[in-house]
């Protein structure tokens, strides 16, 4: 990059460009006219090749000469008006990135008296518009279908937007929040506090049978008891905690995975989970507009 | 070594000797000439009378058909804002680009078969230069009169009288000019729109400038370069020579007929004086709208138009000789004296047939593709963020955005189905019952499409799928590839 800094290379343009120019400037005035040796005056420069190819002297049209000289006169004009000329700002001042300003701030302005109407909707009823769906939409899969699938149902560690089980809760209110600041959910990990590999293997049978989920019953009557300290978070019948953002063990929704297997390791190794926070991304009309679709998705009823 | 180098000096040496030696000769000449003007004499004739034949049929097409209407649109209109190209019934998208190429293909191959034929057919009737030039002029011709008269005029100084002609002249070309331009963006924006928005002097500014842009094109090269246009700025002009041959039909002068040239008597009938069958009247330059000698040979100037030979055959009938001294004609009938039977037999030679084997072949396959298009697209496209995942029921999910692009002018139901595993089965996101997506005329809808198979039923790695979209009221389909993915855990 260091090349492109220094002095040397804008000079070098700007050089190279009015050389150009001039140069073919030059060149139209040098070849106007030419000294020939008529031999038979019949418009041949009196050359003749392989026995029977003689040159002719077919001017160019003067219109032609006109034209070059409009595109010398239209390319010095530009080089004065526009930048081109090393680190020449042009007379207009005009930029790359003053344009794409200029574009943005008319598109915001074009879009300003629609964003104006939604957001003086409230988000339940915005959720029916059509309009406004079709922009949270757009809004969804360019920035949130990266991790909760184009369906909005999620993955493995990405939930689903679509039912109505929610970490943090599902109102409007919650979305807005959460699209707004994100979320970190934080698990420790618990093995640690319920003792040892068995005791943790009977704590996920325990929790396995609160969603009706196969399990072992023996161990999971064992594991009864240690989920008292799972309890502080997910609530003693499992059910979890909004505030805390601790998921409903209690229902088949498995964000981590399902099984035994999954269970343990998270209580082993715990998880911290984030979504990044959106609120510099969009505008806060554009977070209204988007908070009222994925309300939707799940309020598909109203 | 350098035996040679000393005969080359001397060599060089001699050629400045000679050169220096006729001085009296040498002459500056400017390299840029100025156009001179041309005032091509008004005709009638046979090849006149198809030249406005083709002027009429064009221009009929391309002032009208803008104005026709299809349903509750205009017919043909090319819509780039939309990106939607309406051709009477058909509705053609960006996609469909592959038949504008096709088009193209034909319309170059129709010139070539054209052009072996009979020369510069093209150029000579239809090219809109040509078109707009014999319209310009016939204005011309109306306001200044004929060749002598406008000639006068322009030598003329100027007075009351020239300036009343010249600008009604102009006042009529910018007229006709602005009104083709009116028309050509006509074909891009609906026309009875942009008609009130010129009554109410209401046109954007993008609409302004092409129609100005188009008029003033057309003013500039009808009214002004004309000629010039085909000498110098068209290629078509200069690279179809490779297309001639022998057997082309071009305008000829029959040089053994028509020479020695000279003025005679009216009463001197053909082959009874020493003098060639060409009067030397000049008629036939003095019609030329490119300003030559037919009687030079043919020359790349040459359009094509015929004017020569029909100004040629109303002398001949005055002087009473036999007409065609100047005419269609070829090389080979030229140079070994063919009848007109034997020449015409030389047309159905292996290049034309193979131009119209081609030629034929490529609009068969043009419009049955035309014919069996199905009017709906679909892209299926894979979700960017779920490779898989397990769902409710120990279902395995692969997820999916399908785009519908509904071609027709009327809303169409789809429904799809996907096959290729066993156990398959396809849930649509916002359907109707039985996987039934509606899309509105003319517009694409993207739907989200679940496909599951109960876990652990195929082994992991990558399966083809397929999807078939089925048009609902036409019964037409599409069937799309896909892959679904089964993950190892």
Redesign the interface.
């Known amino acids: 990059m260091s090349d492109f800094t220094g002095n040397f290379w804008p000079i070098f343009i700007t050089v190279i460009s009015l050389l150009g120019i001039f140069g073919c400037a030059l060149l139209l005035w040098l070849?106007?006219?030419?000294?020939?040796?008529?031999?038979n005056g019949d418009n041949t420069s009196g050359h003749v090749w392989d026995e029977d190819l003689r040159e002719m002297?077919n001017?160019?049209?003067?219109?032609?000469?006109g034209l070059f000289i409009i595109t010398i006169v239209f390319s010095l004009l530009y080089l004065v008006a526009y930048p081109g000329l090393g680190t020449y700002k042009g007379e207009l001042g005009w930029s790359q990135e003053k344009q794409y300003q200029q574009e943005m701030a008319d598109a915001n302005k074009a879009l300003a008296p629609m964003y104006a109407k939604f957001a003086a909707t409230p988000v339940e009823e915005l959720s029916a518009n059509p309009e406004a769906k079709a922009i949270g939409e757009r809004l969804f899969m360019n920035n949130c279908?990266?991790?909760?699938?184009?369906?909005a149902?999620?993955?493995?560690g990405?939930p689903n937007l679509t039912d109505h089980d929610w970490l943090h809760g599902g109102s409007a209110e919650k979305i807005h929040q959460t699209i707004t600041g994100g979320r970190i959910g934080m698990m420790p990990p618990m093995a640690a506090a319920i003792g040892n590999e068995e005791d943790v293997k009977n704590v996920a049978n325990y929790v396995l049978s609160l969603s009706a989920s196969k399990h072992d019953a023996s161990r999971a009557a064992l594991g009864k008891e240690k989920f008292a300290i799972c309890a502080a978070c997910h609530g003693l019948e499992g059910k979890g905690n909004l505030d805390m953002g601790a998921p409903n063990l209690s229902d088949?929704v498995w964000l981590h995975g399902?099984g035994e297997a999954a269970i343990i390791r998270r209580i082993n190794e715990g998880k911290t989970n984030q979504m990044p926070a959106q609120g510099e991304k969009f505008s806060p009309e554009q977070i209204h507009v988007l908070t009222a679709y994925v309300w939707g998705l799940s309020n598909k009823a109203n | 070594m350098n035996d040679t180098s000393t005969s080359k000096t001397t060599d060089n040496k001699k050629a400045k000797i000679v050169?220096k030696t006729?001085p009296l000769?040498?002459?500056?000449?400017?390299?840029?000439?100025?156009?001179d003007k041309i005032y091509p004499r008004s005709i009638s004739g046979f090849f006149t009378n198809w030249r406005w034949v083709m002027i009429w049929l064009t221009q009929l097409f391309f002032y009208g058909v803008p104005w026709l209407n299809w349903g509750s649109r205009q017919a043909l209109l090319f819509d780039l804002d939309a990106k939607r190209f309406y051709i009477f019934k058909l509705v053609l998208y960006p996609q469909d680009l592959i038949y504008l190429t096709a088009i193209l293909i034909i319309s170059a191959l129709s010139l070539f078969l054209f052009t072996a034929i009979a020369g510069r057919l093209w150029c000579g009737y239809t090219c809109p230069q040509t078109v707009y030039t014999e319209i310009f002029l016939w204005i011309e011709r109306k306001i200044e009169g004929d060749r002598a008269a406008r000639m006068k005029l322009d030598t003329a100084t100027m007075s009351s009288h020239k300036l009343a002609k010249k600008s009604a002249k102009h006042f009529v070309w910018i007229a006709f000019a602005l009104w083709t331009g009116f028309t050509f963006v006509g074909y891009f924006t609906p026309i009875r729109e942009l008609a009130n928005e010129f009554r109410s002097l209401s046109m954007s500014p993008w609409e302004t400038f092409w129609v100005c842009f188009y008029g003033f094109a057309t003013y500039g090269n009808a009214g002004f370069?004309r000629e010039?246009v085909c000498?110098?700025m068209c290629p078509y002009a200069r690279f179809q020579s490779a297309m001639f041959d022998d057997d082309t039909l071009t305008v000829t002068y029959d040089e053994a007929r028509g020479e020695p040239r000279g003025g005679r008597s009216r009463s001197v009938k053909e082959g009874t004086s020493a003098l060639g069958s060409c009067i030397d009247c000049t008629l036939c330059v003095q019609v030329c709208p490119t300003g030559i000698d037919i009687r030079d040979g043919l020359q790349y100037e040459c359009i094509g138009c015929g004017a020569c030979a029909d100004v040629c055959d109303t002398v001949m009938d005055k002087m009473g000789y036999a007409r065609g001294l100047v005419k269609y004609s070829t090389q080979n009938a030229i140079t070994n004296k063919w009848s007109r039977s034997q020449m015409m037999q030389r047309i159905l030679r292996p290049r034309v047939i193979i131009y119209g084997a081609i030629l034929a072949l490529l609009i068969t396959a043009l419009l049955a593709s035309l014919w069996f298009r199905t009017p709906f697209r679909v892209n299926v496209i894979r979700?960017?963020?779920?490779?898989a995942?397990?769902?409710?029921g120990g279902m395995l999910?692969n997820?999916y955005?399908l785009q519908i692009m509904n071609g027709t002018e009327s809303t169409q139901h789809y429904q799809l189905n996907a096959s290729g595993i066993k156990d398959l089965a396809i849930e649509v996101?916002g359907t109707e019952t039985n996987q039934t997506i509606s899309v509105k005329p003319a517009e694409s809808r993207w739907v989200?499409v679940?496909l599951e198979i109960p876990d652990g039923s195929i082994e992991p790695g990558s399966h083809r799928v397929e999807f078939e979209i089925k048009e609902l009221d036409n019964n037409d389909s599409v069937v799309e590839k896909s892959v679904f993915l089964v993950p190892r855990y």
């Not at chain 1, 149902?153 to 493995?156: A, L, T």
């Not at chain 2, 995942?389 to 409710?392: G, K, N």
Request: glycine share 4%.
């Open positions: 070849t106007s006219k030419v000294k020939v040796v008529t031999t002297n001017p160019l049209p003067r219109w032609w000469v279908a990266q991790c909760h699938g184009s369906d149902r999620g993955s493995r990405f088949n399902a | 050169e006729i000769n040498e002459v500056v000449i400017s390299l840029y000439e100025a156009q370069m010039q000498k110098y979700d960017r963020g779920v490779m995942r397990l769902a409710d999910e997820v955005r996101d989200s679940r």
